[in-house]
């Protein structure tokens, strides 16, 4: 009832909108509120509608509402319009006595008009043209967002329709790779495994020894401990033993066996929830290896751990010294075929067994043992055989998979090596957050595009092997580590390549310090005397090359002193600090400190 009442509250107030609205007022004290409206508006309509009119003819009034509609313009511009004509045929009949004078006059002046509907239409541009400039602006600027916008839903729905097509199976990509045909037999990745599956836990009085610090001393029941504990490991020692004499090593990567797992399901959920556009099958291949790989390489620590803590200083203690040296070999080449090849993870890991290699021969053999120049020599020729100077260790070639993987689930294959990219396929085929807006008028790089985009990152990163610290340091510390266009490769891979390039930079530091230092104690063994530079060395047959600096491209500083020699690295603070190590937050000596130099001799004693 009570829209019923309004609607005949505004029929009576078109018809009789003073007596009738008043009336329907007094009658219903609740159209009060609408009767200022209805009679403000109607008062209104009247006024723009039929102001000036009375004076003309019909003909004329008629003509004026056929123009105004045909106008189909703003209510307001219609009646500014309106008024300028009424304005002006009321001037041209003002001399008009008679109201035959007016309907000919009047005829003449629409004739001259012309056509009701043209004469609206161009109205309505001339309106339009003579808009303000900051109307034109606004309204230009809304046409834009308009047609971006549906550019905008164009583009994601062509986009959402395509389908990936999983043509190559990348892990098995990567096997064929590492494994370059090569007799399984040569493989020392089972030996390994099989010393990892030996291998049994620590008993409490073993762990305590681990434990201990460096400058902590075992005591007799320490030693009798540590060779129960090794009489039992022997089977794994020995497997260990087994693979690093082998000459090759490739790992074997394989798939996550199942993806319904619960902890499967807690990654893909959380992997959704960090990126819109995140597709979990982009991840599942790294994902799987990582997770795949993770056990392996604890357990290769685990073997590293044994042979450094506990089988070499054993083999020192009981005087056993051409075994310590032997273990001391099978440790350093189990290092380098963990980081001969590889994703960067087992690279990593193989630097870091190489460097516990390093430490031993430098804190045990050298330091408490006597070893022949023999033994020395063999030592020398085994860290010469991969010591380059030019270049870093690590290769990221392998990292490809990845990356190609990535690209085969993110983008349509039309058959020809290429394709468009999906919605999750878009972080992967940009250079940057403006590229996602241009991408989406103009259209993102194509399969072929971004594939190219790749092989000329990892190209660049293989160039980059031949950057040392010092060319890094003096160009750009990060300029050098920006190697390609895509955004999301940026971010994973550039702060990775910056550390992991820091860390191949310090393994080869570490190499040169150990290769100088083995030379020195076999001169000093057969000439019982200290050289006198690095140059005698060589004439003398000691040295192929001269031990370079990355951090100064100058070779390490050898020098004699009261207690024997000084050798050491400036370091990553590239100061030559006078041979005074870096220390940590409490002042002590620590190993690759940042604020000095790198000390490889003297060491300190230990037990």
């Known amino acids: 009832m009570v829209w019923r009442r309004r609607e005949w509250c505004a029929f009576v107030a078109a ?18 509120a609408t009767r200022l409206l209805l009679v403000s508006f109607f008062d209104k309509e009247r006024k723009m509608g039929q102001t000036g009119q009375g004076n003309l003819p019909q003909v004329v009034v008629e003509y004026i509402d056929s123009v105004i509609k045909a106008m189909k313009y703003r209510k307001k511009v219609r009646a500014e319009v309106r008024e300028e004509l009424i304005d002006h045929f ?62 905008l839903l164009l583009r994601v729905g062509y986009m959402a329709t395509g389908r990936p097509v999983i043509s190559v199976d990348y892990i098995q990509w990567m096997n064929d790779k590492v494994c370059d045909g090569r007799d399984e037999s040569l493989n020392a990745y089972y030996d390994y495994q099989r010393a990892i599956e030996l291998f049994s836990e620590m008993p409490p009085e073993v762990k305590k020894i681990f434990n201990y610090t460096r400058e902590q001393q075992k005591t007799p029941e320490d030693w009798k401990a540590i060779e129960s504990f090794l009489e039992a490991e022997v089977k794994a020692i020995n497997a260990f033993r087994t693979g690093a004499a082998k000459p090759c090593y490739w790992n074997i990567y394989q798939s996550p066996e199942d993806l319904r797992r ?73 290092g380098q075929h963990i980081s001969s090849q590889g994703v960067v993870i087992e690279q990593l890991v193989g630097t870091s067994v190489e460097a516990i290699a390093m430490r031993v021969i430098r804190d045990y053999l050298l330091n408490q043992a006597e070893l022949s120049a023999d033994d020395l020599l063999r030592l020398q020729k085994m860290i ?22 990535v690209i085969q689930r993110s983008f349509t294959n039309n058959g020809r090596g290429s394709g468009r990219p999906l919605l999750r396929g878009v972080p992967f085929s940009v250079g940057g957050g403006t590229d996602i807006l241009k991408g989406l008028v103009t259209g993102f790089p194509n399969r072929k595009e971004v594939i190219s985009m790749i092989d000329e990152a990892f190209e660049r990163s293989a160039e980059l092997r031949s950057f040392t610290p010092l060319m ?19 971010q994973l891979n550039g702060p990775a390549m910056s550390k992991v390039t820091a860390i191949s930079w310090r393994v080869r530091t570490g190499q040169a310090g150990l290769i100088g230092t083995l030379s020195i104690h076999r001169f000093q063994k057969e000439n019982e005397r200290l050289p006198d530079d690095w140059d005698e060395l060589i004439e003398r047959g000691y040295l192929e090359t001269i031990p370079l600096d990355p951090y100064s491209d100058k070779p390490l500083i050898y020098r004699k002193t009261d207690d024997g020699f000084i050798l050491y690295s400036i370091g990553s603070n590239f100061v030559d600090d006078g041979g005074v190590p870096g220390t940590d937050s409490r002042g002590k000596p620590r190993d690759w400190g940042e604020n000095g130099d790198w000390i490889f001799w003297p060491v300190e004693a230990l037990d």
């Not at 008009?113 to 541009?125: E, Q, S, V, W």
């Not at 010469?384 to 270049?391: H, R, S, T």
């Not at 890094?472 to 940026?490: A, F, G, I, S």
């Open 15 to 32: 018809k009789h909108p003073q007596a009738s609205l008043e009336g329907a007022t007094r009658r219903n004290p609740a159209a009060r």
């Open 90 to 151: 009321t001037d041209a009949l003002v001399d008009c006595e008679t109201d035959d004078e007016k309907q000919k006059a009047a005829g003449e002046l629409i004739a001259e008009f012309g056509n009701a509907k043209l004469l609206g239409k161009l109205l309505r541009r001339a309106k339009k043209r003579c808009r303000p400039l900051w109307k034109k602006v606004i309204i230009f600027s809304f046409k834009l967002i308009g047609i971006l916008f549906l550019l």
């Open 262 to 334: 619960e902890s499967w399901q807690r990654k893909i959920e959380e992997e959704r929830s960090k990126n819109l556009f995140s597709d979990f099958s982009q991840s599942e291949m790294v994902t799987g290896v990582v997770e795949g790989l993770m056990p392996q390489m604890s357990g290769y620590k685990r073997i590293a751990q044994r042979v450094m803590y506990f089988q070499v200083p054993f083999d020192i203690h009981q005087g056993n010294t051409e075994q310590a040296t032997d273990d001391c070999i099978a440790l350093y080449r189990f």
């Open 384 to 405: 010469e055989k991969v010591y380059d100077p030019d270049i870093a260790p690590m290769d990221w070639s392998l990292e490809k998979a990845f990356w190609y993987d």
């Open 472 to 490: 890094m340091q003096e160009e750009d510390t990060e300029r050098p580590l920006r190697v390609n266009k895509l955004m999301y490769m940026q």
